[in-house]
């Protein structure tokens, strides 16, 4: 029996088909030099092949030294990427032609995407006149109708599509005088020796000059090559959740009885993908909860007491869930390591302020990392004012008890100032600190960190993660991670793989839900300044967020300014206006803030500086200009700084959408307030691969499975996962699981997570 690491280890050149050349059906050659070479021996020994052989031209081979070198499908696979017996098998097709249940040409729908195989007529090539493009005219038949095909800029397509000729075409269906249509559709030449009822057709085969058929004759030999296929997954996985074997699964996903079995073999191999992502992500889990020393905190302490005894207001049910979910992490001795997914505006904060203090009672020391200065600065002042007037027990000193000391460390933190925090640290007698990524220099110590929270986290990277946790001298910390940014809870169990789950999924009480407008046109635009100017005269406060015009700092900061300027000249005129952006020094900063949440600033023209954490629960509308040019999440984290206090809020998109996906995301905004709701909507997008980039090993791995569209299986594989390892750790007892995993990873990783 032949397991996956047997096929990865195989080059698909050992196959005999792959080393045959390539029957050149046509100058698929993207450089367009590509029509057949006549005299190419393709086809040789395959009896009864239509060859497509062209009957001019040159291209399709390759010189070298002179002599001629034919191209072989083994090159064309390579040019795929397909260079083993394990990438050729997990090249899937893309769809399946089945040719006992055609759709007949003329009951085709209009719009739809489709493929037919038919019967070519007629071929007409049309020369380019001045102004036009070349294209070739083919008529096609399936015995009762007509379909025209018009190929643009492909005069190759004259040679490859004979009289007679059966293909199978991929393309949008049009109708043009009554007649069906396609444009550009992409042609399968279907080869006399198919005879069977399903034909896979593969991707990008054109592209390369390999043609479906020849790959699945590559795919043939490879599966009679491979004999009887290893099934990895325990009985009873496959029992309980309805899969398909492994050996059956790759056969009919390449050589279908029927497109049914193709699709059910398809649920086994996407599942498998799924699984072996989720295997290395839990074992990775369970290796770091083993092997590190954490702090068993005592939670429940009289400091947390008196802190919620002096709260204004009462913890939302969300929030005291997630609190006991955290609380029941961080009194084991394990590390925690959790990530706190909620909206904006759900009160992430306040959790984690919370728990800072069951640090801090414990005797140890509590470390806050946000991304930016301004947010920074914000926490600090929200944590000194919450804190104000709370005591630490302060054992060997005259007193029994001395106040909490929360500090400020960020880039702007200098001399002095910042040599008395930095030896605060060191000693002990700085409690908390805030901060940004100045947190992670050489020069700052810890004498006793016991949780690090990160805010925001989209804005680090995982090492920064590691970096932070890494700065206590003694038992691991415990890490919080808090997302602003909603990712899809399928999403997350991958890009955040490794962390636990906490979710506030309901705001503060007394907040009514932000309107949000798009004001596509200049007449909605006035409204919107008209709803600032209301809103302002009615005693609240506005923001303005400008159009991001490039990636600059300082372009950004300039256009801003000008865009205040006419502000104030035009539809604002006589409102007190403010300017905030990233160019600014600190202190400035510091003023304009202090000048907006104190009321005297009426509307604040900001960049995306206040994209996160800015709390003024007095600022009631939000004007978003030029909106199509952010991304979906970014504005709805930007909305999320009104809506705070419990009047009725508004968020006014501005401009119009330059494509189909701008369109969807802004009248997406305008549907939902629900962040993760948001998420999903950027997912469907933007596409997984925006999500996860390349911070995820193993991503690369799905090539039948889709965190968007599979979400189900997600889930099921998480739980699968946890299942198998928390019974087995090492894998021991599924050896042929664990042998796949090791084929995914590098050798580093393999032995720290199969190591005793
Ligand atoms: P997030 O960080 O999740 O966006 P914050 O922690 O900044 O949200 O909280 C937003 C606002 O809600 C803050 O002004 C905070 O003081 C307030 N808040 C937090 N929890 C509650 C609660 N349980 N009841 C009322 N207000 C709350
Ligand atoms: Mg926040």
Redesign the pocket.
């Known amino acids: 029996m032949r397991s996956l690491a047997d096929l990865a280890s195989t080059d698909v050149r050992a196959l005999r088909s792959a080393k045959r050349p390539l029957r050149q059906l046509a100058g698929t050659r993207r450089d367009g030099r590509g029509t057949a070479e006549p005299g190419a021996p393709g086809g040789a020994g395959a009896s009864g092949v239509v060859s497509a052989a062209g009957t001019a031209g040159k291209g399709g081979v390759a010189r070298a030294g002179g002599s001629r070198q034919t191209k072989l499908r083994a090159d064309a696979l390579e040019e795929m990427g397909i260079s083993t017996v394990l990438d050729l098998l997990t090249h899937y097709p893309r769809r399946y032609l089945d040719r006992t249940s055609q759709t007949p040409i003329a009951e085709l729908e209009e719009g739809a995407d489709a493929t037919v195989l038919a019967t070519v007529r007629r071929v007409r090539r049309l020369p380019a006149r001045r102004g036009t493009r070349p294209v070739v005219t083919v008529d096609v038949s399936d015995g009762r109708s007509y379909l025209g095909l018009s190929f643009f800029n492909q005069p190759w397509r004259a040679q490859q599509l004979q009289e007679g000729m059966e293909v199978a075409l991929s393309g949008k269906v049009t109708t043009f005088r009554g007649r069906r249509q396609m444009a550009n559709p992409s042609v399968e030449v279907v080869e006399g020796d198919w005879t069977g009822r399903v034909l896979p057709i593969y991707p990008q085969s054109e592209k390369a000059g390999i043609s479906s058929m020849e790959i699945g004759a590559c795919v043939a030999e490879a599966l009679l090559w491979a004999g009887q296929l290893e099934d990895p997954l325990p009985g009873w996985v496959l029992e309980r959740h309805g899969f398909a074997p492994r050996d059956w699964a790759v056969r009919q996903a390449h050589q279908p009885g029927s497109v049914t079995d193709a699709f059910v073999a398809r649920r086994r191999l996407g599942f498998d993908e799924l699984l072996r992502l989720q295997l290395l992500l839990v074992m990775r889990k369970r290796a770091i909860e083993r092997e590190s020393i954490g702090i068993a905190h005592a939670v429940g302490s009289q400091l947390v007491a008196a802190f919620r005894d002096a709260?204004?207001?009462?913890?939302?049910g969300a929030?005291q869930k997630a609190i006991a979910e955290i609380e029941a992490d961080l009194e084991k001795p394990v590390p925690m390591h959790r990530l706190l997914q909620?909206?904006?505006?759900?009160?992430?904060?306040?959790?984690?302020l919370w728990c800072l203090l069951s640090a801090v009672a414990g005797g140890y020391q509590g470390a806050l990392m946000a991304p930016t200065e301004v947010l920074a600065e914000q926490h600090h002042m929200?944590l000194s004012s919450?804190l104000g007037g709370l005591s630490v027990p302060s054992p060997g000193s005259l007193l029994p008890e001395r106040p909490l000391r929360v500090a400020l460390l960020t880039n702007r933190t200098t001399g002095a100032e910042r040599s008395q925090v930095v030896s605060g640290l060191a000693g002990g007698d700085v409690d908390i600190v805030v901060g940004t990524h100045a947190l992670l220099t050489e020069t700052v110590r810890f004498l006793r960190l016991g949780l690090v929270v990160i805010?925001e986290q989209h804005r680090f990277g995982v090492e920064q993660r590691a970096a932070l946790r890494d700065k206590a001298n003694g038992p691991v910390p415990d890490v919080l991670v808090?997302t602003?940014t909603p990712i899809p809870r399928t999403a997350a169990m991958t890009v955040y793989g490794d962390l636990d789950t906490t979710i506030?999924d309901e705001?503060?009480?007394?907040?009514s839900p932000v309107k949000t407008v798009w004001a596509r046109g200049p007449l909605q635009a006035e409204a919107a300044w008209e709803a600032v100017r209301q809103e302002v005269s009615g005693g609240h406060q506005a923001y303005v967020v400008c159009p991001l015009v490039e990636e600059s700092e300082r372009v950004q900061a300039a256009s801003a300014s000008e865009e205040l300027t006419r502000l104030a000249g035009g539809p604002l005129k006589g409102l007190h206006l403010g300017l905030l952006h990233g160019q600014l020094p600190e202190r400035e900063k510091e003023a304009v803030m202090a000048s907006f949440r104190a009321g005297s600033i009426d509307v604040l023209v900001a960049t995306t500086v206040i994209e996160v954490?800015v709390?003024v629960?007095n600022a009631t509308v939000m004007v978003i200009e030029d909106a199509d040019r952010f991304g979906i999440a970014q504005l709805h984290q930007l909305r999320?700084r009104v809506g705070?206090g419990s009047a009725q809020s508004w968020c006014f998109l501005l401009g119009e959408a330059s494509t189909p996906e701008g369109e969807a995301r802004l009248a997406a905004l305008e549907r939902t307030n629900d962040g993760f709701e948001v998420a999903e909507v950027d997912l469907d997008l933007r596409g997984e691969g925006t999500i996860l980039g390349t911070r995820q090993k193993g991503v690369n791995d799905l090539k039948l499975a889709s965190l968007r569209r599979h979400r189900k299986y997600v889930a099921l594989a998480r739980e699968v996962a946890f299942e198998v390892v928390d019974d087995d750790p090492h894998l021991r007892h599924h050896p042929a699981l664990a042998a796949e995993l090791r084929v995914l990873v590098d050798d580093d990783d393999s032995q720290y997570l199969f190591k005793n």
């Open positions: 709260l204004p207001f009462s913890l939302t929030q909620g909206d904006v505006g759900s009160g992430k904060t306040l959790v984690a929200s919450h805010d808090m602003a506030l705001l503060p009480p007394g907040r954490g709390d629960p999320g705070r």
